[in-house]
């Protein structure tokens, strides 16, 4: 069975932070409670993630449908509450500008969801996601 691997490698900053090695790019993780407020938190991280994955999955279908699109834009957030370590709800927003069809911008969203690893790996039951479009002047 044919697999692409993924790796990160996190070295401890001495506090409660981590500097992370992803290939050759260096990423900071840190919290602005207890620690120097130098990076992302993980959970930001992880809705950076969702984002990166949807906005990649986008970008592809608009190429491959060749829809004309001026601009696009995703915005994801996320909350817990103080006694549950963990994300109670994911939403995202996807704003589009483009004269393309109602029904491709939806088919788009349905396709981007459908296959995107770090929106699976999450589990779509927990994202929610809307699009705004927005029609070209």
Same mark, same amino acid.
């Given at each position: ?7 990160? $490698? ?13 290939? &050759? ?7 602005? %409670?207890?620690?120097?407020? &130098? ?14 994955? !949807? %906005? #990649?999955?986008?970008?592809?279908? #608009? ?5 004309? =699109?001026? &601009?696009?834009?995703? $915005? ?10 963990? !994300? ?5 927003? =996807?704003?589009?500008? %483009?004269?393309?069809?109602? /029904? /491709?911008? !939806? ?6 969801? *459908?296959?995107?690893? =770090?929106?699976?790996?999450?589990? *779509?039951? /927990? #994202?929610?996601? $809307? =699009? ?6």
């Amino acid at each position: 069975m044919e697999r692409l691997e993924y790796r990160a $490698e996190l070295k401890w900053d001495g506090n409660v932070g981590s500097f992370a090695r992803v290939r &050759e790019f260096q990423l900071r993780t840190d919290t602005n %409670t207890d620690g120097g407020n &130098e990076g992302p938190l993980p959970a930001e991280y992880l809705l950076t993630a969702i984002g990166g994955c !949807l %906005t #990649i999955n986008w970008g592809r279908l #608009i190429k491959k449908m060749r829809l004309n =699109v001026e &601009e696009m834009s995703i $915005e994801v957030r996320g909350w817990r509450n103080l006694k549950e370590p963990q !994300l109670q709800e994911i939403t995202y927003r =996807v704003r589009i500008v %483009t004269d393309a069809p109602e /029904k /491709k911008i !939806l088919r788009i969203k349905e396709l981007a969801e *459908k296959y995107g690893t =770090v929106f699976n790996t999450v589990g *779509k039951e /927990k #994202i929610k996601g $809307e =699009v705004e479009i927005v029609r070209p002047k």
